[in-house]
Nanobody, 123 residues
């Protein structure tokens, strides 16, 4: 069975850093576009960043540009989200997602999802 499992979340102070990981099991995801989304309490889930199957193309939301970066290790079937200069407004449940076509910011375009990992940024 195909699974995406996120890890690396936790509490952190404002200005700190975290690295989230998304490990894919049950299938080789080297040909998949991978994305990160987040959902804060009382808000809709929003796009954070995505990376193409080759790893050459990436795209990030304006709210995280310059602070977050996405990367992937095909050998480990893992995608990472490096988060720096964290702000309280980055507090959310972060989800990893996969799709077979190119990068899109729409969550509807992703058909595989993980369970999420919580990031809590305190001021």
């Amino acid at each position: 069975q195909v699974q995406l499992v996120e890890s690396g979340g936790g509490p952190v102070q404002a200005g700190g850093s975290l690295r989230l990981s998304c490990a894919a099991s049950g299938r080789t995801f080297s040909s998949y576009t991978m994305g990160w989304f987040r959902q804060a309490p009382g808000k809709e889930r929003e796009f954070v960043a995505a990376i193409s199957w080759s790893g050459v193309s990436t795209y990030s939301a304006d709210s995280v540009k310059g602070r977050f970066s996405i990367s992937r290790d095909k050998g480990k079937n893992t995608v990472y989200l490096q988060m720096t200069s964290l702000k309280p407004e980055d507090t959310a449940l972060y989800y990893c997602a996969a799709r077979t076509s190119g990068i899109t910011t729409s969550q509807r375009g992703y058909n595989l999802w993980g369970q999420g990992t919580q990031v809590t940024v305190s001021s």
